[in-house]
């Protein structure tokens, strides 16, 4: 098949004057560990890294201070206009041969009459560049607004990468309306497709909030033609409408809602060590009013997805079955749609005797597949996550190293994607055809929109999309009343008591476990320490949870799961972290650091003790901190160079929650595994547990100024 051109991110120099970037999200910051919030040229970084313009360097760093040359300006100038690399003419220098990382940079801009070479017939693409010679480059760009971030330089001065990446982002960024070269938006063509996508994804059995869903759905689907509705995974797991029904009122709710298709989450995988196995998940997939996609998933070695399961693409797909991929016909247009799945289910779930393979070799192949049967509009349905671990898989990746891929429907990481997000570079920083990523944050509390037009050949032309808020929408009276049998049972549930008695109140006020130990935060913590070191290999030598998750207190008397349920309310999973003493103690600075005031990213603990003196300069309190060694029995201190394992909740973990940077970045380095275990289960668990339930603290986190 003829390769598609990137006509709707293809522009001219003058386009870098008037075509501002996306707004970056907050979670896609830079990623760079040389980079920090305070240096100058962060904000300018992060905006390129965010867009896709700049990669960095294999070792993590991006070396904002390091002095420019001539070909990485290049590259990074050919980058901010998107321009096609690859189909150039040979611009002749003699010291550039196709083989040089910058030659198609440089033969682009050379084409454009951007940059020149010198008088030898040389570019000189190793020497750096001085601010006067930059300024005569972007001189050179046509209606370029006037920076004011490059007005405080000498000439003479060298220009480093993060400097050259802050005056590109705010030629980017800045608006220019009544530039006179801004082309006028074309005439629709005859032959041009649209098409809208409505997309949800980690829903996480909250069966109560699809009737709103089902409202924003018709709403859409009344406004819009060429609807696709899809569902990016995880729908099992979260709340008691999965414990108690397995997935089953999910399902009579998605049904009436109405899907196109369905990816699977690791989540699907979490009963395959149970004595019914993968059971209730077959049961999910037979009774679905839709068909499943998922290309690097194999279920062929369980007997229970026998007759459901199929590794081919199908035009003709039935609902209640598998396949790596499916074509929609809509409108007389076909669109093709695979499905991946993370390999990482296999440490975080209990696949059992379902496999992964690998994500970007599928995807190339379905992609191969589809563009085989004619089909130019293709779709992945992933769950692999936007921004996660990129030593397994993640959503940038796939779309920096497939190409033919149009839009990314995402989920995993439960990432809030206000806008489409544009991959427009591989993974060497060349531009490519470009890929829109797009995902609806969890638990049912937005749908997303898309909407896209494609030209005769595939090309998406204009594109625009949101999130609607489903906190501002109404329930449906059908869907209502297909919820109702099961409410009725889960509120009933929710009265029940679990079998453990208080003779005292479990204290879970703001005032208590944000500021200090707490009898409540020490059985929380336990619970997620022995549920941590069962499910692990490694040493897991401690536990802690944020004050502020912690949102209510267990009155005296029996102990019912809605108390439970209330006291851990968002749905919050077990992460296992491995992390050096030194960010441990960095990050408990953090915790301590606002003591005696109220902080929600107070640490409860178990497992370790902690001393600090609020007294002293925050940032300097932490007066012992030492951790029980099981072998001998004896608390032990953290050593600043030695890598432990611990266990946290995954907002604390993954998405650095309450300001833990440190946590975050340990994340985006791979050092996190999310295992997917619900908070208030395993609290409900290690109650059960107990012979005796203690209502009082025993000096694990001690502020010695109170004793002085």
């Given at each position: 098949m003829e390769n598609k051109r990137n006509k709707f991110l293809t522009v001219t120099a003058a386009a870098l004057a008037v075509t501002a970037v996306a707004v970056v999200p907050a979670s896609a910051a830079s990623p760079f560990s040389d980079v920090k919030e305070s240096h100058a040229d962060f904000e300018g970084i992060s905006t390129l890294y965010a867009a896709g313009i700049i990669s960095g360097y294999p070792d993590g760093t991006f070396k904002p201070d390091t002095n420019v040359t001539r070909g990485q300006a290049a590259k990074m100038i050919a980058g901010a206009l998107k321009l096609d690399t690859k189909e150039v003419e040979d611009p002749k220098f003699t010291d550039i041969s196709a083989s040089n990382p910058y030659y198609g940079s440089i033969a682009a801009l050379v084409g454009l009459n951007v940059i020149t070479g010198y008088g030898d017939n040389t570019f000189r693409p190793n020497q750096t560049i001085t601010h006067g010679d930059l300024a005569k480059i972007l001189a050179s760009i046509p209606t370029l607004p006037e920076l004011e971030s490059a007005k405080n330089h000498e000439a003479s001065e060298k220009v480093t990468r993060g400097q050259l990446a802050t005056f590109i982002a705010e030629a980017l960024t800045k608006s220019n309306p009544e530039t006179p070269e801004t082309p006028e938006t074309p005439e629709t063509p005859a032959d041009a497709f649209s098409l809208s996508i409505l997309h949800v994804n980690d829903t996480h059995a909250r069966a109560n909030e699809l009737p709103k869903l089902a409202t924003a759905v018709k709403e859409q689907r009344e406004a819009k033609k060429n609807v696709l509705t899809l569902h990016a995974g995880d729908a099992f797991n979260g709340t008691l409408y999965f414990n108690e029904f397995h997935g089953q009122a999910d399902l009579a709710?998605?049904?009436?809602?109405?899907?196109?298709?369905?990816?699977?989450?690791?989540?699907?995988?979490?009963?395959?060590?149970?004595?019914?196995?993968?059971?209730?998940?077959?049961?999910?997939?037979?009774?679905?009013?839709?068909?499943?996609?998922?290309?690097?998933?194999?279920?062929?070695?369980?007997?229970?997805?026998?007759g459901l399961f199929t590794d081919l693409i199908s035009s003709e797909p039935e609902n209640g079955k598998i396949y790596s991929g499916i074509v929609k016909e809509i409108d007389g247009e076909k669109v093709g749609i695979f499905g991946l799945t993370t390999e990482e289910t296999k440490a975080v779930a209990s696949p059992d005797k379902v496999t992964f393979s690998n994500y970007i070799e599928e995807a190339k192949k379905a992609v191969a597949a589809f563009e085989g049967m004619g089909v130019n509009k293709?779709?992945?349905?992933?769950?692999?996550?936007?921004?996660?671990?990129?030593?397994?898989?993640?959503d940038q990746l796939l779309a920096k190293n497939v190409d033919g891929i149009d839009i990314i429907v995402g989920a995993h990481d439960h990432t809030k994607l206000d806008k489409p997000f544009i991959v427009d570079t591989n993974t060497a920083g060349e531009a490519k055809e470009a890929t829109l990523i797009v995902q609806a944050n969890e638990y049912v509390k937005y749908?997303?929109?898309?909407?896209?037009t494609f030209d005769g050949n595939g090309v998406v032309t204009e594109y625009n999309g949101e999130l609607i808020d489903l906190g501002k929408v109404a329930e449906d009276k059908a869907a209502l009343e297909k919820l109702a049998p099961f409410k009725e049972k889960v509120d009933a549930i929710m009265k029940q008591e679990i079998g453990v008695k208080l003779n005292e109140a479990l204290d879970g006020s703001r005032e208590l476990v944000r500021t200090q130990e707490a009898a409540l935060g020490n059985l929380i913590t336990d619970g997620m320490l022995a549920k941590s070191q069962q499910y692990s290999d490694k040493k897991v030598v401690m536990a802690f949870t944020n004050g502020g998750g912690i949102r209510e207190t267990i009155p005296a008397g029996e102990i019912t799961v809605g108390h439970v349920m209330t006291v851990l309310p968002f749905?919050?999973?077990?992460?296992?972290?491995?992390?050096?003493?030194?960010?441990?103690?960095?990050?408990?600075?953090?915790?301590?650091?606002q003591a005696p005031n109220q902080f929600g990213g107070f640490l409860q603990i178990a497992g370790a003790k902690l001393q600090y003196d609020s007294s002293k300069e925050a940032g300097s309190r932490i007066v012992s901190f030492e951790?029980?060694?099981?072998?001998?029995?004896?608390?032990?201190?953290?050593?600043?160079?030695?890598?432990?394992?611990?266990?946290?909740?995954?907002?604390?973990a993954k998405q650095g929650g309450d300001g833990y940077e440190v946590f975050r970045k340990i994340y985006e380095e791979g050092h996190v595994t999310d295992l997917g275990l619900s908070d208030w289960e395993n609290f409900q668990e290690h109650l059960l547990s107990l012979k005796e339930v203690k209502t009082t603290t025993e000096g694990r986190i001690v502020d010695v100024a109170k004793k002085q």
């Open positions: 709710l998605l049904n009436e809602i109405g899907f196109d298709a369905m990816v699977f989450g690791n989540h699907e995988f979490d009963l395959g060590a149970s004595p019914e196995g993968h059971q209730a998940l077959a049961d999910f997939v037979k009774g679905a009013k839709f068909p499943f996609v998922d290309a690097n998933t194999d279920f062929s070695a369980d007997d229970k997805f026998t293709i779709i992945a349905l992933t769950h692999i996550g936007f921004e996660d671990n990129a030593n397994i898989d993640n749908l997303g929109t898309l909407d896209v749905g919050n999973t077990l992460a296992l972290m491995d992390i050096t003493g030194a960010q441990l103690k960095e990050a408990f600075e953090l915790s301590v650091g951790y029980l060694d099981q072998a001998t029995g004896k608390y032990v201190a953290f050593e600043d160079d030695k890598t432990y394992t611990v266990a946290t909740n995954a907002f604390t």
